[in-house]
């Protein structure tokens, strides 16, 4: 029962597991692109 972890993410079943890391991964995405961007600390709230 090896289930391998895609950016994506797209599964039938919403495990909040998934849900966090990849809420977690996308917010770190998005600071990494506004820092790397703007090169300021500033995230803009969703």
Do not use: C, H, N, W
């Amino acid at each position: 029962m090896s289930q391998p972890m895609t950016i994506a993410g797209v599964r039938p079943r919403g495990i909040p597991g998934d849900v966090l890391i990849e809420f977690v991964v996308g917010y770190q995405f998005r600071l990494r692109i506004g820092l790397t961007l703007t090169g300021k600390r500033t995230v803009p709230a969703r």
